[in-house]
Every structure is written in structure tokens, then in C-alpha cells.
């Protein structure tokens, strides 16, 4: 498939790169809201919009960024268009804001979010960064809303608010569970990919893979450090 | 007094940080491997979300509310946390290189600690003051270090363990984390 086409790019991010089950970006939205298919697909969704509209922002804008103050004006880009859809759901989509609560605010941490925008948008033309934005986006929506569904048939036997069956295990609902079901893809994925030859990732991927966004932590942490010592000896 | 006690208690024990939040999960599951390193991120942790939390409601509370402008909370946090951690780094570095290299290693993982920028948002939404904002955020981060902690020593001795094959990594400690938390339910009743 060619790079950089639109279809490419979505296919890489809802496929390849998957950023839940293959980069295991963003751990903390997709632990804490995924209590129900429903509230998964929406934070899903509410982080694609961040993610495209931060991605075109910062695309559109990558000349005129100066690469020393790069991850601050990125950090700013996301806040804003965060507490932009924040209020829109907050008018638009009560009951979601109401069940997401903390977690809207805080994408603007999600390192998927920031990770891309270092990764992709800021070396790529605006039409390419949308789509990619799109892409890693439905991946997002698609991991959150696997896990929520998964959660929501074992914690309350329901699918969606449809009831399947009567009771279920709570368990799978609190706290605990997320962690049960989530060890339990990992796990999966790991049997899969044991029997499986080795393949190679694409480099360009942010190169997060077992620490999730810990390492990516440490990337944009060390792009910052060396900033600083850059910027150290400019001053 | 007793209010701030109960803050304290409620989100050190009854809603851990990590275990029942997801907030900072990522060194959570990251900085666990060994019991020495772990006590080194929960320190640097403390001391970060003590001074964050102080900052942000300071902020929060005598600067965006007089202005009405509290719509910009998500913005001004993020980046008030961020310059705070380069600060600390810049300062501990001169004043106490001892300070600074037990906890600069992971001084700048702090800064995408989710932890962090959630606790400063808990701090508005529950209306705390500054100083039961500032207590909020000290419990917060003795709350995760303790959850570090113990995972670092339950995964010292997974090690020698025989671990089937797809479950080693990852999968392992997310089942403890899932256990941990389990455990951690049984505080629910020190307060309502």
C-alpha cells in the first residue's frame, strides 16, 4: 500500500499501529472509562476529534513553530481544543460529561495525543495528518469500545444497555476488572504473536511498545532535555 | 482539623491513586521493577504533587476565580506543572545535588504523570482550599507511593516465579495491579 495515501493511513492506525492492543498508548483513559461499551465509544470519539484537529493544527503550523519551544505549543494546541470539546459535550452530551468526568480534561496527557503530533503531524502535509489523526483515532475508539464491551457483558450481562442476561460479575465493572480483562488481551496477544515469526514495526510508530506510554514519556522528555541543554547554551 | 483528615485518609487508602483512579498508572507499571527505584519515583512523586497542588490551587483559587476565568483551569494547569517540574529540576540541581540525584532521574517523567494534572483537577471539582487542596495532593502522591512500593516488592519476588509464558511482562503485573486493588476495597469502610 502506498504511504501517506488517506486509506493507508487509516488502515495503519486502526490495524497496524493500533494504538491499544499494538502500542499500548493511553493506558489510563482506556482503564477508567471503559466500564461500559458505551462510555468507551464516546471517549473514543471525543479524544479522534482532539486528535484530528490538534493533528491538523499542528500540521498547519509546523513551519512557523521554531523547534525550541516545539512541545509547549503542542501542549497548548491540545489544551485548547480539549477545553473547546469539553464544553461542547458539556452542552451538547450531558450524560457523557457526566460519565467521563476528569478523564475529558485530561487527554490533553494522553501521550497518543502528543505522540503523534511529535511522530507524524509535525513532518507531514495537513491532508495526511487529518486522516492519520482520524485513524489512530478509530483504533483508539475501537480498543476502548473492545474492552467496554467486554466489561459490560461480564460485569452486567448487558451489551450496549441491551440485557443479554440477568446478573453478571461486578467485579468486572469496578476497578479490579479493568485490569483482570486488560491483562487478559495482553496475554492473548502474546500467545498470538509467540506463534507468529518475528515481524518488524515501522520506526516512525512514536516506538512505544511494552512500557506504553512510559516510554513515550521518555521521549518527549528527553526531545525536551535535549531542548533545554540546546536552548542552555543559546542563553 | 478532622476534615482534612478525612481528605487525607479518603484519597491515600479509600480511592488510591493509581489502584482505583488509573491516574499515574504509566510508572506505575513502568518504574515497579525494583523496590529502591520505586521508592525513588514515590519520593520525587510527593514532593512534585505537594508543590503542584499548592501552585495550582493558589492559582486556581486567587487568581482564575477573581478574573472569572476558570474555563482556562485545563491549559493553565498543564503548563504551570510543566514549568514547575523544570524549576524544581533547576533548583534542586544547584541547592542540593544530593536531593537531586536520588530523585532527578525522574523528575522529568512527572511531568506526563497524569497523577499530577489529576489530583490539580480533583482539587477544583471537589472545591477544595488551598490548604485541603494542598493536603489532597500530599495524600494523593503517599497514596502512590505505597501502591508503588508494594507492587516493586511483589514483583521482586515474581521474578523466580514460573510464570506461564504468555503472562510474563505485562499481563503479570496488571493481574496484580488487579489484586492489589481488590485488596484495597477493604478501605472503603474507614470512611463515609
Not at chain 2, 10 to 18: H, K, M, R
Request: charged share 10%.
Amino acid at each position: 500500500m502506498k504511504a501517506n495515501t488517506p486509506i493507508e493511513r487509516l488502515y495503519n492506525g486502526i490495524i497496524k499501529e493500533n494504538p491499544t492492543f499494538v502500542l499500548m498508548l493511553g493506558m489510563c483513559p482506556t482503564l477508567a472509562v471503559t466500564t461500559s461499551a458505551v462510555n468507551g465509544l464516546g471517549m473514543g470519539l471525543t479524544t479522534m476529534v482532539i486528535l484530528t484537529m490538534s493533528n491538523m493544527m499542528i500540521s498547519m503550523l509546523r513551519k512557523a513553530i521554531p523547534d525550541s519551544v516545539r512541545m509547549p505549543a503542542y501542549i497548548v494546541v491540545v489544551a485548547s481544543f480539549v477545553t473547546i470539546v469539553q464544553f461542547l459535550l458539556q452542552g451538547f452530551l450531558p450524560s457523557l460529561y457526566d460519565s467521563l468526568g476528569i478523564y475529558i480534561p485530561l487527554i490533553v496527557v494522553n501521550c497518543i495525543i502528543l505522540g503523534r503530533a511529535e511522530a507524524y503531524a509535525s513532518k507531514n502535509a495537513v491532508v495526511s495528518s487529518i486522516f492519520d489523526g482520524i485513524g489512530m483515532g478509530l483504533g483508539f475508539t475501537v480498543g476502548l469500545t473492545c474492552i467496554g464491551i467486554v466489561r459490560e457483558i461480564l460485569g452486567s450481562g448487558k451489551i450496549f444497555g441491551f440485557q443479554l442476561f440477568e446478573g453478571g460479575a461486578t467485579i468486572f465493572v469496578l476497578a479490579p476488572g479493568a485490569f483482570f480483562v486488560l491483562a487478559m488481551l495482553v496475554a492473548t496477544q502474546n500467545k498470538i504473536k509467540a506463534g507468529r515469526p518475528e515481524q518488524k514495526t515501522s520506526s516512525e510508530s512514536g516506538g512505544c511498545s511494552e512500557a506504553g506510554c512510559l516510554s513515550c514519556g521518555n521521549k518527549i522528555c528527553e526531545s525536551k532535555r535535549m531542548l533545554d541543554e540546546k536552548g542552555g547554551k543559546n542563553a | 482539623m478532622k476534615e482534612l483528615l478525612m481528605i487525607a485518609i479518603g484519597s491515600a487508602l479509600v480511592n488510591n491513586v493509581v489502584l482505583s483512579q488509573f491516574l499515574g498508572l504509566c510508572p506505575f507499571l513502568g518504574v515497579s521493577k525494583k523496590m529502591d527505584t520505586a521508592a525513588g519515583m514515590g519520593g520525587a512523586v510527593i514532593f512534585v504533587l505537594t508543590l503542584s497542588s499548592l501552585c495550582t490551587s493558589i492559582i486556581y483559587n486567587l487568581v482564575l476565580v477573581k478574573l472569572g476565568m476558570e474555563y482556562m483551569q485545563t491549559i493553565v494547569f498543564i503548563l504551570v506543572i510543566a514549568a514547575l517540574v523544570q524549576l524544581v529540576e533547576m533548583f534542586l540541581k544547584k541547592a542540593m545535588p544530593a536531593l537531586y540525584k536520588s530523585l532527578g532521574v525522574y523528575l522529568p517523567l512527572i511531568t506526563t504523570n497524569c497523577a499530577v494534572l489529576g489530583v490539580a483537577l480533583l482539587n477544583v471539582q471537589n472545591e477544595y482550599g488551598i490548604l485541603a487542596g494542598t493536603v489532597n495532593g500530599f495524600a494523593t502522591a503517599v497514596g502512590f507511593t505505597i501502591a508503588i512500593v508494594l507492587m516493586a516488592g511483589i514483583r521482586e519476588k515474581i521474578e523466580y516465579n514460573d510464570v506461564p509464558k504468555p503472562f510474563r511482562g505485562m499481563p503479570i503485573v496488571l493481574l496484580t495491579a488487579g489484586l492489589m486493588s481488590i485488596a484495597f476495597f477493604g478501605f472503603s469502610g474507614l470512611i463515609r
